[in-house]
């Protein structure tokens, strides 16, 4: 707390007080202790108060306290120049250190700009560099998704509900890093592994549409379709501990491509749709799906003679290229389902298969 300045009184007195038993301009030896004693001030105020005394005596002139204010130094505050950070680079403002040596400033100072609003922290992320024809597929596929009311006469989005949405995914049979709490002195898991590209892990085919509720709020439809593992049966080729030679086992399909996805398609995806689809819906169903290589487009003659039999008309829609994800399993449904897979421990394929479709 800072202290208040002395009155013209007090320092008279304090003056008047050293003056007594002064000789040739210097107080009795010990008299300033006396008076810091006396009048319960400090050292440097009473030293400050004989010197500008002393200085009064040596130019002649009239000893009055008034002129005797004692002036404490106060630090100035760093002001902030906000023309020399915007012209520094910004690599050279990527951290608070960096841009504190930049102005020539503390930390500490740059920290308590930052806390009140002086300067702002922005995290840049990098952006998709768009083409024209980017930007035109984007804009069509919001159109296309955006319908005119003509009870309300507005503008809304479609309800999707006859729109599914199909991705893959790679699930694994345990985690590299695994986290368990254990009790104090309990001997911590051994887990091994030659390398991380060794654990065993089988990719799976999604496809999950809206779910349809009934104004009483009971599920008419829960939306989900199926979930396919990208599996085949092969012969063991040579005796191990787990099983014999020419034993049936179940490997991942590590390669997917177009002709796999294909074969998912017309002899899982469509049939599962067509078993599961609602009969009060229509029938004119789309399937949205990224730009990956292995997947088959609209026109495959196959998929399209499976597409539109039984009533059906199924039709295959792509996500614009370069554009954020906006397929339903990329934003959280294959989270939900790997959470609740890593809950069970899995030695072999099958019972991560088997884990999945529980999870499912």
């Not at 590299?176 to 898991?189: I, K, M, Q, S």
């Not at 060794?198 to 509720?213: H, L, T």
């Not at 199926?226 to 191990?240: D, S």
Request: proline share 4%.
């Amino acid at each position: 707390m800072r202290r208040k300045d002395l009155s013209s009184g007090e320092r008279n007195t304090i003056v008047q007080f050293l003056l007594q038993d002064s000789k040739n301009g210097k107080p009795k030896r010990g008299k300033i202790q006396e008076a810091i004693v006396k009048f319960g001030n400090s050292r440097r105020i009473v030293s400050r108060l004989w010197a500008a005394t002393k200085k009064q005596q040596e130019i002649g002139e009239h000893i009055h306290s008034a002129s005797m204010k004692i002036h404490r130094p106060h630090r100035k505050r760093v002001q902030i120049d906000l023309e020399l950070i915007s012209s520094l680079e910004l690599s050279k403002r990527s951290t608070i250190r960096r841009l504190a040596s930049g102005i020539n400033c503390s930390k500490s100072t740059v920290g308590r700009w930052i806390s009140k609003g002086l300067i702002k922290a922005h995290t840049s992320a990098i952006r998709p560099d768009l083409t024209v024809l980017n930007k035109l597929l984007r804009l069509r596929f919001i159109l296309e998704a955006i319908e005119y009311d003509c009870i309300l006469k507005v503008l809304q989005f479609k309800d999707m509900h006859n729109t599914v949405h199909i991705d893959e995914k790679w699930f694994y049979i345990t985690k590299v890093n695994h986290r368990f709490y254990l009790t104090p002195g309990e001997a911590e898991p051994h887990r091994t592994c030659k390398s991380k590209k060794f654990i065993k892990k089988v990719m799976f085919m999604c496809a999950v549409c809206r779910p349809i509720f009934a104004e009483d709020g009971s599920v008419l439809f829960d939306g989900k379709i199926g979930i396919w593992p990208f599996t085949e049966l092969v012969l063991a080729k040579r005796n191990n501990k787990n099983l014999e030679a020419g034993t049936l086992e179940l490997k991942p399909i590590e390669s997917i491509t177009k002709q796999v996805t294909k074969h998912c398609f017309i002899n899982k995806i469509i049939p599962a749709i067509k078993l599961k689809w609602p009969e009060f819906t229509s029938k004119v169903i789309f399937i949205q799906q990224d730009n990956a290589r292995p997947h088959i487009k609209d026109d495959d003659p196959d998929f399209r003679r499976a597409a539109s039999s039984d009533g059906f008309d199924i039709i295959i829609i792509h996500q614009p290229p370069n554009s954020p994800d906006t397929n339903i399993n990329d934003l959280g449904f294959f989270r939900a389902i790997q959470s609740l897979q890593t809950e069970s421990v899995c030695n072999n394929v099958e019972e991560l298969v088997a884990a999945v479709e529980k999870s499912y």
